[in-house]
């Protein structure tokens, strides 16, 4: 097998677009650049931005799609599918981004090129793409062409694999569980003084800092954490020394703003909006929380991992296998009011607890989750191999 030199990431949206897939696809691409593969990045070309580009290595081919909506995802299906033909020789695999209606467009350019495709599937148990595409008919059109295509699937939790294996209705898809990488070169831990300093940078005082980072949407239940921590307050005599910081957008931020008013949480919680850069954010903080309700592998916990951030998170998705429960970071039920403010608790009695978790969980994304070694396996599995 000869090792795999040029690959074409094909993604609805990319860099300078912020979210989760974007930056994961990024960052891989990154990698691989550094490794001396050619990384060419094709996606839709937003207002403002440029047809061409190459950043870091990797050069990004944008697409002007008409229209929005239905229209403009249409729009990108086909002209990504002919531009794969078009430019086969300027590629030798393609790793698909979600699997989003320009996952149709690889797997049939992959047939007629004979070039080897591989599909990110996106989301945790239940609102994860395949859950979410057999609601609608355009989705279940493309679940139906996945299972007489079976494309190969990187599934990036336990629970969407388990589930996705019992179905006979997708026996045909080729399952493989994988993970998203962290650069833990760029992601480092800070020293004891520089640590202070960062709180101060974002202006909070030496309390132990909570934070939470991504899209403030139903899901990731943080308005109900935010009601668990006003509890918190209310619950004890003396106020705890501890602030939550707030780190992302969405639609529930409206609502976030006026259950922290609401509830008396000026100076106790701190909504900071989204932010590009969030290593000042991770170099603050002292437990990275993630209370969703369901999550595929959090690129953010991997980050505040990186940077020796103690982990507080729902018992489920990715974090279950990324969390040692009570060694780098505590799990809770985030059904369970009680058993989170219980976790809590921990972390605000013993003020040491976050600096020894927080040593290994930087520990575990190195071993595991380095986005190095990610993209060394990449590089197998688009050349055919493990």
Known sequence: MSPVKSVLMLSQTFHPVIGGAEKQSLEISRALAERGVRVTALTRRPAGLPERETLDGVEIVRLSCPGSGALNSAAFMLKSFFWMLANRASYEAVHVHLASSPAVAAILAGRLTGRRVVVKLGGGRGVDEITLSRRTFPGRLKLAFFRLAGPELLVMNSEVYSWLKSEPEYAALKLRQFRNGVDTGRYTPPLYNEKI??????????????????????????????????????????????????????????????????????????????????????????????????????????????????????????????????????????????????????????????????????????????????????????????
Do not use: Q
């Open 197 to 386: 300093n960062a709180k101060a940078a974002v202006g909070l005082e030496n309390s132990t800092t909570f934070l939470f980072v991504g899209r403030l949407s139903p899901e990731k239940r943080v308005k109900e954490f935010v009601e668990a921590w006003a509890e918190i307050f209310s619950e004890r005599t003396v106020p705890p020394k501890i602030h939550l910081l707030i780190v992302g957008g969405g639609p529930e931020g409206p609502a976030l703003e006026a259950a922290v008013k609401d509830l008396g949480l000026e100076g106790r919680v701190t909504l900071a909006g989204p932010k590009d850069d969030l290593r000042p954010y991770y170099r603050a903080a002292d437990v990275f929380i993630l209370p969703s309700i369901s999550e595929g592998l959090s690129n953010s916990m991997l980050e505040a991992m990186a940077c020796g951030v103690a982990v507080m998170a729902s018992r489920v998705g990715g974090a279950k296998e990324a969390v040692a429960d009570g060694a780098s970071g505590l799990l809770f039920d985030p059904l369970n009011r009680v058993e989170l403010k219980e976790c809590v608790g921990r972390f605000i009695e013993d003020r040491a607890l976050p600096l020894k978790m927080g040593e290994l969980a930087r520990k575990t994304a190195v071993e595991r989750y380095s986005m190095a070694r990610v993209a060394d396996e990449l590089l197998e599995i688009y050349g055919g191999g493990r």
